[in-house]
């Protein structure tokens, strides 16, 4: 299964925000920061774009 933009977007939002309300339950900024951090790294292993982002540069390079 490929993952696409919106599948990447849905779970690091989700990540983020388990990493935000970890930070409040264990009153530790380092979860809140780690899921920062592992959205940055999804993005940098599995760069993905929006479709319409993709439809613009292919009518670019015709």
Same mark, same amino acid.
């Given at each position: ?10 779970? *690091? ?5 388990? /990493? ?18 592992? *959205? /940055? ?22």
């Amino acid at each position: 299964m490929k993952i696409n933009f919106r599948l990447q977007i849905i779970v *690091t939002l989700i990540l983020v925000i388990a /990493g935000f309300i970890s930070s409040l339950w264990f009153n530790k900024d380092i979860y809140y920061n780690l899921a920062w951090a592992f *959205t /940055g790294l999804a993005f940098f292993i599995n760069p993905v774009y929006p479709q319409n982002a993709i439809h613009l540069e292919e009518e670019k390079a015709k």
